[in-house]
């Protein structure tokens, strides 16, 4: 039997707070069914998807992460139009959330790009060092990673050169639509947040 994390008796505030310390879980703990996300761009009216690891969340700030390099396709579509959208699923719990905001590559200069890097680790900057930009058509299969000498175990020393392609891209959010799954009846809340203030609903799943 699923055991479900929001039931019929919660109140919305209590949801939009379990929401975001999920997010916050989803973001520290690699187990986290949340740590993987679906993040959607929009490029020349399409939808354009993939799966990021959601790097950091600042619930004050309603702020979700990943980190990408900057030379990507997804950069310069964030780049030509903000609108995100992010796509939680948790099969254990049954939960569903949907994000959508107003997104940006943040800046190399940008504190928060400095403070990202300096928490990644060494394994996950190796594909920063990678010559080619993603999306660049190759006439053999490439893995994009650098020759020798860095193809073994990379130092940090090393792995600073991947600093230039390294950005964060930070989403805003101003919507959320959370649906709980269950046996007896599903749950769905709507949370949003205007320039107003900011509101939470149950809707009909
Ligand atoms: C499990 C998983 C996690 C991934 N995490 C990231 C990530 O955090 N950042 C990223 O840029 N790409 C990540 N990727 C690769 C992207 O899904 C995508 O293939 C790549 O970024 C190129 O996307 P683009 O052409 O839209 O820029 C991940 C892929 C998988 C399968």
């Not at 354009?48 to 950069?75: E, F, N």
């Not at 299969?141 to 950005?167: C, I, K, Y």
């Amino acid at each position: 039997m699923t055991k479900k994390l929001i039931s019929a008796t919660d109140s919305p505030g209590a949801v939009g707070r379990l929401v975001w310390s999920l997010l916050a879980e989803g973001a520290e703990r690699a187990r986290s069914p949340w740590h993987t996300a679906v993040l959607s761009t929009v490029s020349d009216g399409l939808p354009q998807l993939r799966t990021v690891v959601l790097r950091r969340v600042i619930g004050q700030r309603r702020l979700l992460m990943c980190h990408t390099d900057r030379r990507s396709p997804k950069a310069g579509q964030i780049g030509a139009s903000a609108a995100l959208a992010w796509l939680f699923y948790d099969p254990v719990h049954k939960l569903q959330l949907r994000v959508s905001g107003q997104g940006r590559v943040l800046d190399d200069y940008d504190p928060l790009t400095s403070e990202q890097w300096h928490r990644s680790r060494v394994g996950s900057r190796r594909c920063y060092l990678a010559p080619l930009a993603p999306g660049t058509p190759c006439d053999v299969p490439e893995s994009g990673l650098p020759r020798a000498p860095l193809t073994g175990s990379l130092t940090r020393e090393q792995s600073e050169a991947g600093r230039v392609n390294f950005a964060v891209v930070a989403c805003e959010a101003s919507t959320m639509d959370v649906l709980q799954l269950g046996a007896h009846g599903h749950l769905r809340l709507r949370l949003q947040w205007t320039a107003a203030g900011s509101e939470a609903g149950w809707v009909a799943p």
